[in-house]
């Protein structure tokens, strides 16, 4: 058991890798220019893998992307079978992966949430020194 996952885990990597320097290098599609894959995940069987892609700057929208990928999914195949050594290339799924941005919204939220606090303290603590009479 121990064996397929890790072997899974390498192809994730591998695929991972091979389409970063893909898109990154070979790509011709604009589109796909601020796109970077943040992660992989391949089935048991490696017959299916999902490609997880963010995207870098505001110019490109997630359907646009995914148009492209499809659009670029037999070369990207193509690639993957060249420098994979697995009889099988896994068929791709593209997932937009919007962590950084959420992240990125989440963090606005902190911190306008500790400034509001901070202010809340500065007008009730300014003349209270949080000793009793």
């Given at each position: 058991?121990?064996?397929?996952?890790?072997?899974?885990?390498?192809?994730e990597e591998q695929v991972q890798r091979i389409l970063s320097d893909v898109l990154r290098g070979e790509a011709r599609d604009p589109r796909l220019h601020n796109v970077i894959v943040t992660d992989a995940?391949?089935?048991?069987?490696?017959?299916?893998?999902?490609?997880?892609?963010?995207?870098?700057?505001?110019?490109?929208?997630?359907?646009?992307?995914?148009?492209?990928?499809?659009?670029?999914?037999?070369?990207?195949?193509?690639?993957?079978?060249?420098?994979?050594?697995?009889?099988?290339?896994?068929?791709?799924?593209?997932?937009?992966?919007?962590?950084?941005?959420?992240?990125?919204?989440?963090?606005?939220?902190?911190?306008?949430?500790?400034?509001?606090?901070?202010?809340?303290?500065?007008?009730?603590?300014?003349?209270?020194?949080?000793?009793?009479?």
């Amino acid at each position: 058991m121990s064996r397929d996952f890790t072997r899974s885990s390498r192809l994730e990597e591998q695929v991972q890798r091979i389409l970063s320097d893909v898109l990154r290098g070979e790509a011709r599609d604009p589109r796909l220019h601020n796109v970077i894959v943040t992660d992989a995940e391949v089935t048991r069987d490696l017959s299916l893998a999902k490609v997880y892609f963010a995207i870098l700057g505001d110019e490109a929208e997630p359907d646009e992307v995914l148009a492209a990928f499809a659009k670029a999914n037999g070369f990207l195949r193509s690639r993957l079978a060249k420098e994979l050594t697995i009889r099988r290339v896994p068929e791709l799924r593209y997932v937009h992966d919007n962590s950084g941005r959420e992240g990125d919204r989440l963090e606005a939220l902190i911190e306008h949430a500790v400034a509001q606090d901070k202010a809340g303290q500065d007008e009730s603590g300014s003349d209270d020194s949080g000793e009793e009479s």
